[in-house]
């Protein structure tokens, strides 16, 4: 029998766009085009008490799932629960690590706080290492094999300028053909000033494919400067992860260590929408019954249909 998680995974095939395999600084970006196939809309929620504890125990009556303002059915609706360890929904993560020449003094916390998110990734998981700086570069594959990938993070060394929104609009498309959950997971100190990408283009990619992002800024460069945390807090907040701004670069093993236990801690639910596919932007919004509880979801997602194939010659 297929596992729920794997029938869900095949019906989203959500967002396709034309990049280059190896993307370069010099490069121009393609224009995006979204083909999202709405017949079913996964949803990655995170539920917290008033304290910020993970509430567990949930069921598909315990809440409330509307889409524009419509109250949705929900179809399907699991924890990803450490206690269930036959059963756990695998995580695919992308971490996107800034190493612009800014990083040089800092760059020993990164590969620390790094080292240990990818020691905390259970069996079924795999990882993506992306570094960027005025170019981008990715380990060639997804793996769980954890000395694979901390060989990558050890690699990194800080030198050019910040593409970062290069960087995440390339992280998000090697994951939206992932299975399971998904999330990047961004590193920045500083403004973006090589990208090719404007921040509005990476929003309504990111808003296309069902990942969560998290994002972690801290001050950088010579002069210090807020980074760009106005795009890091919203990208973050449009598709249900969560922005960090750390005081001190020391504390980003912490940062790292709290992103790590939510990712393993959530609920998926799946829905069919009560409206055909439009091409516009639905709102998504998820509600818990119980008023102490706090519900963080993606903001929405685009009613785009797939295309039709076009016939072959021999048709």
Not at 9 to 30: C, D, E, G, R
Not at 37 to 46: H, L, N, P, R
Not at 200 to 211: C, K, M
Request: one cysteine or more; glycine letters at 8%; hydrophobic letters at 40%.
């Amino acid at each position: 029998m297929t596992p729920p998680c794997r029938t869900l995974a095949s019906a989203l095939a959500l967002a396709a766009i034309l990049v280059p395999s190896a993307p370069l600084a010099a490069q121009t970006p393609p224009p995006i085009v979204l083909e999202v196939d709405v017949d079913v809309v996964s949803v990655t929620a995170v539920v917290h008490d008033s304290a910020g504890r993970f509430v567990g125990g949930l069921g598909p009556k315990d809440i409330e799932l509307f889409e524009d303002n419509v109250a949705q059915e929900v179809s399907y609706f699991r924890e990803a629960s450490a206690d269930q360890p036959g059963e756990r929904i695998p995580l695919s993560v992308v971490l996107v690590l800034d190493s612009s020449g800014s990083m040089a003094r800092n760059m020993r916390f990164l590969q620390e706080a790094a080292i240990n998110f990818v020691n905390k990734l259970e069996e079924v998981d795999t990882a993506l290492v992306v570094q960027f700086n005025e170019s981008i570069k990715g380990s060639a594959e997804f793996t769980g094999d954890s000395d694979r990938l901390e060989q990558f993070v050890d690699a990194l060394q800080a030198w050019g300028g910040t593409s970062l929104n290069d960087a995440i609009h390339y992280s998000l498309n090697r994951i939206r053909g992932q299975k399971g959950r998904k999330a990047v997971v961004v590193f920045s100190d500083g403004e973006d000033t090589t990208s090719q990408m404007k921040e509005q283009e990476v929003l309504d990619y990111a808003r296309a494919v069902e990942a969560s992002v998290y994002t972690i800024g801290i001050r950088g460069g010579v002069g210090g400067g807020s980074g760009p945390r106005g795009f890091l807090r919203k990208i973050a907040k449009e598709t249900g992860g969560e922005f960090f701004f750390p005081e001190r670069v020391g504390d980003l093993s912490k940062v790292f260590q709290a992103i790590a236990d939510e990712l393993h801690q959530h609920y998926l639910l799946a829905y069919s929408p009560r409206r055909g596919p439009d091409g516009t932007f639905r709102k998504i919004t998820l509600r818990a019954k119980r008023k102490d509880l706090e519900i963080r979801v993606r903001q929405g997602y685009f009613a785009m249909k797939r295309p039709k194939p076009r016939p072959s010659p021999q048709d």
